[in-house]
């Protein structure tokens, strides 16, 4: 899923940038974007080497792991998710 929003009205949500993580995605979340893809036929094709080095967070409870990253230059947010 992608969202977009504007980023000064995301302060204490899901989408606040404070608590994300910025550099490379960790392999696994790779893997996750990867089978998403795959699986859905989003076909992101080049677009996923660029959203690998985009601030992200990634909360996992016992369903699974969803994955969210920002892209500041289009104000977008992707969600992934993995489903136990």
Not at 7 to 34: A, C, H, M
Not at 43 to 57: E, F, I, V
Request: net charge negative; with cysteine.
């Amino acid at each position: 899923m992608k969202v977009a929003a504007d980023p000064e009205q995301v302060d204490g949500t899901i989408l606040d940038g404070r608590d994300y993580s910025s550099g490379q995605l960790p392999q696994e979340n790779i893997r996750i974007i990867k089978e998403a893809d795959a699986t859905l036929r989003l076909n992101l094709g080049t677009q996923l080497d660029a959203l690998y080095d985009r601030p992200h967070k990634e909360i996992t409870n016992e369903g699974g792991t969803l994955i969210i990253i920002h892209d500041a230059d289009s104000s977008e947010w992707h969600f992934f998710e993995c489903l136990v």
